[in-house]
C-alpha cells in the first residue's frame, strides 16, 4: 500500500472585511442625518435663529488624549454626546462591554470637567487600529463633531477589534 500523491497545496486570497467594514460603517454613520441618538447630544439653536454657529473648527476646543482598549465594544458616531451630568456619562459608557473601558471614560470625564468647559465624547473608532488624534467641529446642523484622523498604515488584520473614545472640553455658550 503507498501514500496518494500530494496534491500543490492551493493559495486562499485573505481580505480585509472587518477593516473595510468598520470603514463602511464609519461614513455610513457621518453620512446619517437623524440617525437615532440619545437625547444627551449636543445640538446648537435652530436653522431660524440668527445667532445660529456657522459649521467648522469650534474656537477654543480641545480633544483630550484619546481612550483605547481591546474589545471594548460601542458604536462609532462622529456625533458628540454631552457628557455633563452623571446620568449622561452614564448612558455614554452603557455601550462599553470592557468595565475598564467604562471606568476611564467616568474618569476622563472627571477630569476634563474641571477645566469649566463642556465635555463631549465620542466612540471614533472601532477596528485594528488606534487613530492618532481626533478632531472637534461642528456640522451644518450646529451638532458638535469628533472625528478620528487617519491612520497613516493601517494593519492589514487584527485578532480583536480596538475601541477608540475621544473626549473633548468646549466653550459653552456666553
Do not use: H
Not at 474656537?59 to 457628557?83: D, Y
Not at 474618569?107 to 465635555?119: D, H, R
Not at 471614533?124 to 456640522?139: F, I, M, N, T, Y
Amino acid at each position: 500500500m503507498t501514500e496518494p500523491v500530494a496534491a500543490r497545496p492551493r493559495r486562499t486570497p485573505m481580505r480585509r472585511i472587518l477593516g473595510t467594514w468598520v470603514a463602511t460603517a464609519a461614513l455610513a454613520s457621518a453620512a446619517a442625518c437623524g440617525s437615532a441618538t440619545s437625547s444627551s447630544t449636543a445640538t446648537s439653536p435652530s436653522a431660524q435663529s440668527p445667532d445660529r454657529p456657522s459649521a467648522g473648527p469650534i474656537q477654543g476646543a480641545k480633544v483630550l488624549p484619546l481612550i483605547s482598549q481591546t474589545g471594548g465594544g460601542g458604536q462609532v458616531s462622529t456625533r458628540a454626546t454631552l457628557l455633563g451630568t452623571r446620568a449622561q456619562v452614564a448612558a455614554f459608557t452603557r455601550q462599553f462591554r470592557a468595565p475598564g473601558l467604562a471606568e476611564r471614560v467616568r474618569a476622563g470625564v472627571a477630569e476634563a470637567a474641571k477645566s469649566g468647559y463642556l465635555v463631549f465624547g465620542a466612540v471614533v473608532a472601532l477596528g485594528c487600529d488606534v487613530p492618532p488624534g481626533a478632531e472637534v467641529s461642528l456640522d451644518a446642523n450646529g451638532d458638535v463633531q469628533l472625528t478620528a484622523e487617519e491612520v497613516a498604515s493601517p494593519r492589514p488584520e487584527c485578532l480583536a477589534p480596538v475601541t477608540t473614545v475621544a473626549l473633548a472640553t468646549v466653550p459653552g455658550a456666553d
